[in-house]
């Protein structure tokens, strides 16, 4: 099963390769104080923080651990007119279709060594600019408006960032998660092996089991399930167990944010 998509988007230089290499904590995408250094775009996989996870690895100490993901992909700056073919236009128009969910980056820094497509700060101004482009371009899609700038404090309608220190960025995360209506169950393998999976909001246990493996979908016989809460509480998958924590359910059954599931499934 494919990804879902995270498209950054906004004016030139308002940081969005900058905040693109923040998510992925390291240098990928090439940031310049010149306008349009992207063309091509930057896609990038963002490991989803999660305490439920860590806390789960302290547990079980297992040998392997793996986080969910979410794509992100750094698309090239839009400007006024877009739509037209102005800037760099309908190419990458074409590529905001392909995504899931829209995080529109609005600058709110002030730099004098960066130049601002419009000549001055206005995040209210680049907000509308971009918003009009996307409809003109008839993309409708959930959008996240996040500001970035130097100083991250609460502002009313928008996410804040700063994009240079990553300071921010976790919670723009959770927040892009939770945009494309997606949820996390868990899966211990013999002990060894801790994963976290994202699933869309009201998936089914047999659509979960594909998530982890397409043969366990199709051999899917039972899927044992248990809260991330209670089995916290009762201090492991044996005691759980011997404690009869542990539910059964079938392939229809609807998974709930933070369950920890074992799939037993046949050839
Ligand atoms: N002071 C400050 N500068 C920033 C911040 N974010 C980005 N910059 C600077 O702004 C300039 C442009 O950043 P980029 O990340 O390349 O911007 P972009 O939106 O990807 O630009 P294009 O690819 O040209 O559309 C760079 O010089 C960055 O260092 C910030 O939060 N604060
Ligand atoms: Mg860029």
Same mark, same amino acid.
């Given at each position: 099963?494919?990804?879902?998509?995270?498209?950054?988007?906004?004016? !030139?230089?308002?940081?969005?390769?900058?905040?693109?290499?923040?998510?992925?904590?390291?240098?990928?995408?090439?940031?310049?104080?010149?306008?349009?250094?992207?063309?091509?775009?930057?896609?990038?996989?963002?490991?989803? !923080?999660?305490? /439920?996870?860590?806390?789960?690895?302290? &547990?079980?100490? !297992?040998?392997?651990?793996?986080?969910?993901?979410?794509?992100?992909?750094?698309?090239?700056?839009?400007?006024?007119?877009?739509?037209?073919?102005?800037?760099?236009?309908?190419?990458?128009?074409?590529? *905001?279709?392909?995504?899931?969910?829209?995080?529109?980056?609005?600058?709110?820094?002030?730099? @004098?060594?960066?130049?601002? #497509? #419009?000549?001055?700060?206005? !995040?209210? /101004?680049?907000?509308?600019?971009?918003?009009?482009?996307?409809?003109?371009?008839? *993309?409708?899609?959930?959008?996240? #408006?996040?500001?970035?700038?130097? @100083?991250?404090?609460?502002?009313?309608?928008?996410?804040?960032?700063?994009?240079?220190?990553?300071?921010?960025?976790?919670?723009?995360?959770?927040?892009?998660?939770?945009?494309?209506?997606?949820?996390?169950?868990?899966?211990?393998?013999?002990?060894?092996?801790?994963?976290?999976?994202?699933?869309?909001?009201?998936?089914?246990?047999?659509?979960?089991?594909?998530?982890?493996?397409?043969? &366990?979908?199709?051999?899917?016989?039972?899927? @044992?399930?248990?809260?991330?809460?209670?089995?916290?509480?009762?201090?492991?998958?044996?005691?759980?167990?011997?404690?009869?924590?542990?539910?059964?359910?079938?392939?229809? #059954?609807?998974?709930?944010?933070? @369950?920890?599931?074992?799939?037993?499934?046949?050839?």
């Amino acid at each position: 099963m494919s990804s879902l998509q995270v498209g950054i988007v906004g004016l !030139p230089n308002s940081g969005k390769s900058t905040l693109f290499n923040a998510l992925l904590k390291r240098q990928v995408a090439n940031v310049a104080s010149y306008p349009f250094t992207t063309i091509e775009p930057n896609v990038g996989v963002v490991v989803v !923080p999660d305490e /439920r996870l860590k806390k789960l690895a302290e &547990m079980i100490k !297992p040998e392997k651990l793996t986080s969910a993901t979410v794509n992100f992909i750094d698309i090239a700056g839009l400007v006024k007119n877009a739509h037209q073919g102005e800037g760099l236009g309908n190419q990458f128009l074409a590529k *905001i279709r392909e995504v899931d969910a829209i995080v529109q980056v609005i600058r709110g820094f002030k730099d @004098e060594s960066v130049s601002h #497509y #419009y000549g001055s700060l206005d !995040p209210q /101004r680049d907000k509308e600019i971009v918003e009009i482009e996307l409809a003109l371009g008839e *993309i409708k899609k959930p959008t996240l #408006y996040l500001l970035n700038q130097d @100083e991250v404090r609460p502002v009313e309608g928008f996410l804040v960032v700063n994009a240079k220190t990553g300071e921010g960025v976790e919670e723009l995360i959770q927040a892009a998660y939770q945009l494309l209506e997606l949820i996390t169950f868990y899966t211990i393998k013999g002990g060894k092996e801790v994963a976290a999976w994202s699933l869309k909001e009201g998936s089914s246990a047999f659509e979960a089991a594909a998530k982890v493996h397409t043969e &366990m979908a199709q051999g899917f016989i039972k899927a @044992e399930v248990i809260g991330y809460d209670d089995l916290v509480a009762t201090g492991g998958w044996q005691a759980a167990k011997t404690k009869g924590k542990i539910r059964l359910e079938g392939r229809d #059954y609807l998974v709930k944010n933070g @369950e920890v599931i074992e799939f037993k499934f046949g050839h």
